[in-house]
């Protein structure tokens, strides 16, 4: 399936337009306070290790239990996506993640804290997986890439809203009426998802998929092994594994103590580089949707450069002589850190041609949960290097060249047999479009 920009539209293909953009408007809106709740713990780590009285490894328990929640999520919440629709699912997670930050809020004790972290962990793993899936029932296939792309930085644009908005509001009004009075947002995008969002335009509903005898397990079971074995499915899950979690781990909880403890910044310097990261990542974001829905090939270089440049920037920082990195390291780090998260949604680009539209929601549920099992470890590593060191940063976030390590040899295991595989689709595609009659009384051909 070409992505060109100007391929023309496929038989079957969703209209797009105004009304496309108003609905999945509404989606994407819901998944940006997603981001606002899942990363102000990034901005709040210094404050959470006083109110609940813990150390390094205790704090970095929260965001580990949250990722886990959602990285556990993922298939069961494409498979729900595939079967209840987006509109469902969406609504039953703006409901759990609003709760979970309204219960941050006004929680004291650390476990009751823990408790609801993976609520919200819960919530959040419903959202962005029901964008991907709604942007591909409202517009052509063609846009696929710029529309996730886009979608990502709408999240990311939440992650400015947290390390900008929610930090001031931290500092002026404090613990309780911040997590509160943010959690208002969850409500707003739940009371329009309700009134405005639909799953698919008129005209173009899904296929109702095959009931085999047997029951819902062994379909469930089999959707599942049918999005593995496509070494598409695979192949993005090892790209989204090990371009996400560096930008990740940096955002969600350990940049700020970084940048403040171990590199001597006031708390307003490591936020503006906190906000810098965002700010690339958006900007790249939108120029690597353009690069491959007009280059497809350029997929792999895209995310193998920009895993060798966090590599390269990463280990300057690490390995630099002396107490601090120079402020200009400590700039191009994070710029190139905000190429993390537009790299990872090259991921989706080789599972979408991978598999039929009634397994995209499992198949990018298998692609996003590697970023976050990635994201999740390497939490766990810091958090417990820098009890065992004494607060040592360059070793513990060492720890970040063993998972980038795997990921390249899985990547580079598998991208020949996903080459091939897509290749051969795209021949079958041509092939069968050949062969469609042409409408209209003189019959004929669909030439391609």
């Not at 403890?261 to 974001?285: C, D, F, H, I, Y």
Request: hydrophobic share 50%; glycine share 12%.
């Amino acid at each position: 399936m070409s992505t060109d920009a100007g391929a023309p539209t496929l038989p079957g293909d969703p209209p797009g337009g105004r009304r496309a953009v108003g609905v999945w408007s509404i989606g994407v809106a819901v998944y940006f306070v997603a981001v606002v709740f899942r990363t102000s713990l990034g901005v709040a780590g210094i404050d959470a290790a006083d109110r609940f009285h813990i150390g390094a490894s205790a704090l970095s328990t929260f965001s580990i239990l949250q990722l886990l929640v959602y990285a556990g999520m993922q298939i069961p919440v494409g498979l729900m996506v595939d079967r209840m629709g987006t509109r469902k699912v969406l609504a039953l997670g703006v409901v759990l993640f609003t709760a979970g930050q309204f219960g941050f809020a006004f929680a004291h004790s650390y476990g009751t804290a823990l408790a609801c972290r993976a609520l919200l962990g819960c919530g959040d793993a419903m959202t962005f997986i029901s964008v991907l899936r709604l942007g591909a029932r409202w517009f052509p296939a063609r846009t696929g890439p710029m529309i996730a792309q886009v979608a990502a930085l709408f999240g990311m644009a939440g992650n400015l809203v947290s390390t900008v908005v929610l930090a001031r509001l931290l500092h002026d009004a404090g613990w309780t009426t911040t997590f509160a009075g943010s959690a208002g947002a969850g409500i707003a995008v739940l009371l329009l998802l309700l009134v405005f969002l639909e799953d698919h335009p008129e005209g173009h509903e899904p296929a109702p998929g095959p009931r085999p005898a047997g029951g819902a397990s062994p379909a469930v079971g089999r959707q599942i092994a049918r999005a593995w074995r496509e070494p598409g499915t695979r192949l993005g899950m090892w790209v989204h594994f090990t371009t996400q979690f560096p930008a990740m781990v940096f955002l969600l909880l350990w940049g700020m103590p970084f940048l403040v403890e171990s590199q001597g910044l006031t708390r307003g310097t490591a936020g503006a580089l906190l906000t810098l990261v965002v700010l690339v990542n958006m900007a790249v974001g939108l120029i690597y949707g353009q690069i491959i829905g007009r280059h497809h090939a350029a997929r792999l270089p895209l995310a193998l450069g920009t895993l060798a440049a966090t590599a390269l920037l990463w280990a300057a920082v690490v390995v630099w002589p002396g107490t601090h990195a120079p402020m200009w390291l400590l700039i191009t780090l994070c710029a190139v850190l905000g190429a993390c998260g537009p790299a990872s949604m090259i991921g989706f680009d080789f599972a979408r041609p991978a598999n039929p539209p009634e397994r995209q929601g499992t198949a990018s549920g298998i692609v996003n949960m590697g970023g976050f099992v990635a994201s999740i470890t390497t939490l766990l590593a810091v958090g417990l290097l820098l009890d065992a060191t004494g607060g040592d940063y360059p070793t513990a976030f060492a720890s970040v060249f063993a998972l980038q390590a795997l990921g390249l040899s899985q990547i580079l295991r598998l991208r020949g047999r996903a080459q091939r595989r897509e290749r051969e689709r795209i021949v079958a595609s041509r092939v069968e479009t050949v062969h469609v009659p042409a409408p209209g009384p003189a019959g004929g051909e669909l030439r391609t």
